[in-house]
T-cell receptor
């Protein structure tokens, strides 16, 4: 089954404690993204990657890091989380190009206290 | 100005009616558009995509694209309570990032 998986699905943590949210896709997609979703603001892209070892900033990259060492994996790293990073996070993947469906992971609800 | 604009709603329609969801976009060069449905707390799922001017139909759903007016719409015929969700419009606005830009979504409520 074609899918994007994320872990953990729910996470409550404290300010400053480093965390990683994993993302993996089994469709051999080149393009992967991380989004955050906040009420009234919609989905905003944090980082994206067009291929292995190629990553770049999206709309709201501050406070986040990513890496793409393998095609299937695209972890999101919060080195020093803050309460304003409390949000619902989605990983997504698709083929490169403008006309392809984007597949979303199930989401990770992060709360930073 | 946001690149993809949607009315946040809620749009309330009775069961069996046609729901009409609208979206405008700022990038005249945008070529392809997507409608996603998102239930509360769940991930977005693709409903329709459209590349060409005109209408595209798939079951109870019709997507309409008017590039001259920079306008995209989604019609849902015979609306069901299970259609109650937030509908996200998205398009490729930034050719450099090849990123999908999303509107903030319209919440649809179908009343039984």
């Amino acid at each position: 089954e074609a899918q994007v998986t994320q872990n953990p699905r729910y996470l409550i943590t404290v300010t400053g404690k480093k965390l990683t949210v994993t993302c993996s896709q089994n469709m051999n997609h080149e393009y992967m993204s991380w989004y955050r979703q906040d009420p009234g603001l919609g989905l905003r892209q944090i980082y994206y990657s067009m291929n292995v070892e190629v990553t770049d900033k999206g709309d709201v990259p501050e406070g986040y890091k990513v890496s793409r060492k393998e095609k299937r994996n695209f972890p999101l790293i919060l080195e020093s989380p803050s309460p304003n990073q409390t949000s619902l996070y989605f990983c997504a993947s698709r083929e490169t190009g403008k006309g392809y469906e984007q597949y979303f992971g199930p989401g990770t609800r992060l709360t930073v206290t | 100005q946001k690149e993809v604009e949607q009315n946040s709603g809620p749009l309330s329609v009775p069961e069996g009616a046609i729901a009409s969801l609208n979206c405008t976009y700022s990038d005249r060069g945008s070529q392809s558009f997507f409608w996603y449905r998102q239930y509360s707390g769940k991930s977005p799922e693709l409903i329709m995509f459209i590349y060409s001017n005109g209408d595209k139909e798939d079951g109870r759903f019709t997507a309409q694209l008017n590039k001259a007016s920079q306008y995209v719409s989604l019609l849902i015929r015979d609306s069901q309570p299970s259609d109650s969700a937030t509908y996200l419009c998205a398009g490729f606005m930034d050719t450099g990032r090849r990123a999908l830009t999303f509107g903030s979504g319209t919440r649809l409520q179908v009343q039984p």
